[in-house]
């Protein structure tokens, strides 16, 4: 699906209704569900990377004849719970991706050194982070990119190349933005919602080992407590089941 494409048939569909009102006479709630439909397939859009509604994403491989999975952190790095993602990540011998907000990379520089020197992979994740950051306009998402991209790039010597948007909510806005920055956009298929307060952390698990398949990309978080059970027991059922455990960057080279 392409917005852009979306919207040229919208505009066509409803110069079409207003034309055939004139002559046969529709009722106006026609146009009203019409835009209305419109605005829900806008939401949907805006929330739904896998559909490529705004921009192009990468959420998996594919491919059922891939053995691959790719586990994604967003949000860190954290103080007490990155260390102890990256010591279980060493353990089992496998290789992840950690999407870095700015302000947090900034606060604990040590960390983000120790993931690249631990051999993973480093995104972009916004320099902010902020609840209402998807209404941003163009230019203050080019700033929030750059701004995490000069973070990262004075603690590591370069700049990242994969950019994941937070809530995973894409825009027009963003659309431009990442025109402009000429990141790569990582999505995911399988969110685990490993933050929710209410969720007990076998109920995570099981929901996470039930919708694993071939290709995946998981949504994970490096900045709460559950996270060190909820890896393990990820970690001991992937490889139980013969899976590889690569980072998002492999995936894209299989792809």
């Known amino acids: 699906m392409n917005f852009k494409r979306t919207l ?3 505009i066509v569909l409803f110069i079409a209704l207003s034309l055939c009102s004139l002559f046969m006479q529709f009722p106006v709630w026609v146009f009203y569900v019409l835009i209305a439909l419109f605005l829900l397939l806008l939401i949907v859009g805006s929330f739904s990377m896998s559909h490529n509604f705004f ?4 959420t998996n491989l594919n491919s059922y004849q891939s053995d691959a ?3 994604t952190f967003d949000d860190g790095p954290h103080p007490l719970y990155t260390p102890k993602v990256l010591a279980l990540l060493k353990k089992y011998k496998v290789k992840a991706t950690f999407f870095c907000i700015g302000k947090n990379a900034e606060k604990y520089p040590e960390l983000v050194q120790q993931i690249v020197d631990a051999g993973h992979t480093i995104g972009n994740h916004s320099y902010s982070h902020k609840p ?3 209404f941003k306009g163009t230019k203050c998402w080019i700033e929030e ?3 995490n991209d000069a973070v990262l790039e004075a603690i590591l010597g370069k700049k990242p190349a994969l950019f994941r948007p937070p809530y995973g909510v894409t825009t027009p806005h963003l659309a431009k933005a990442i025109e402009f920055t000429k990141h790569t956009v990582i999505g995911w298929s399988l969110r685990t919602y490993d933050t929710s307060p209410i969720r007990h952390k076998d109920a995570m698990l099981k929901s996470i080992q039930r919708n694993i398949e071939p290709g995946a990309v998981i949504l994970l978080h490096d900045t709460h407590k559950n996270i ?3 890896l393990e027991h990820t970690l001991i059922y992937l490889q139980h089941h013969g899976y590889r455990t690569v980072s998002v960057n492999e995936l894209i080279d299989e792809k």
Do not use: N
């Open 8 to 10: 040229i048939l919208f």
């Open 55 to 58: 921009l192009k994403s990468f």
């Open 69 to 71: 999975i790719a586990l």
């Open 132 to 134: 209402y950051i998807g």
């Open 145 to 147: 990119l750059e701004k």
């Open 228 to 230: 060190p059970y909820i």
